[in-house]
């Protein structure tokens, strides 16, 4: 099972850059593509057609029908994971969160959270992913340790 990362635009690459980044430390193969719900809906739907069994995740900021457009039509997971802007004082953040009825998709704001939810989607069905998954927490874990050993110490 692989990730598909859909951006709403070439300005979102830099963060979907981010989410790859984090996918490939759980050795999840993911592929990366640029549509529009606003600007190009045939195409995100024949884009949708291209793929069975995969974790969308969508990267859209401002505006973000992408998300859900996406989710209403797979019946895949989604999740979204919009950018976060300033320039709106994060108020665009509302149009990931605030969907119709019937759709569904997810929504994490940081990147590593986001591939940490589809290693786990993933997970469910390839145990080496799983292994990947189990280590990742356990080095969390060992930070924590550390640094209350460290804070303690002084």
Sequence with gaps: MKVVIVMGSRSDLDFARKVAENLERFGIEYEMRVTS???????????????????F????????????FVDANTLNPVI????????????????????????????ILEPENCALAAAKIIALYDEDVRKRIEEYQKRKKEEVERADEELRAK
Excluded: Q
Aim: charged content about 20%.
């Design 37 to 55: 719900a606003h600007k190009t809906p045939e195409k995100l739907l024949k884009i949708l057609k291209e793929y069975d069994r995969v974790v």
């Design 57 to 68: 995740i969508t990267i859209a900021g401002r505006s973000n029908a992408l998300s859900g």
């Design 80 to 107: 979204a994971c919009p950018p976060y802007s300033d320039k709106f004082g994060g108020a665009d953040i509302f149009s990931s969160l605030r969907m119709p009825s019937g759709v569904a998709p997810m929504v």
